[in-house]
């Protein structure tokens, strides 16, 4: 059975850093593009950042210069190194694994909540 399960949300002053972690199991982790994303209260859930199998990233513009991702293939683990963090950040994160070929296969993660403070 496909399961991402993920880790490292809290609560953390702005301008604190967190790092967040997402484990796949049942798929072949290196065949998927791996993705974060965020969605606050009332609000539609967006991109943050995106990893393909071949290690090309995209980042929301809002998270550009602050927010890194990458994977560990032999892990199965795709990370999200967070600096410099805003209240703005404050949201749910979810880890999304996206078949490179099969773009309509695709798994979720449970979420993990980040609260950044003023």
């Known amino acids: 059975q496909v399961q991402l399960v993920e880790s490292g949300g809290g609560l953390v002053q702005a301008g604190g850093s967190l790092r967040l972690s997402c484990t796949a199991s049942g798929i072949f982790f290196s065949a998927y593009t791996m993705g974060w994303y965020r969605q606050a209260p009332g609000k539609q859930r967006d991109l943050v950042a995106v990893i393909t199998r071949g290690g090309d990233t995209n980042y929301a513009d809002s998270v550009k210069g602050r927010f890194t991702i990458s994977r560990d293939n032999a892990k199965n683990t795709v990370y999200l190194q967070m600096n410099s963090l805003k209240p703005e950040d404050t949201a749910v994160y979810y880890c999304?694994?996206?078949?490179?070929?099969?773009?309509?296969?695709?798994?979720w993660g449970q979420g993990t909540q980040v609260t950044v403070s003023s």
């Open positions: 999304e694994a996206r078949h490179s070929s099969l773009a309509w296969v695709d798994y």
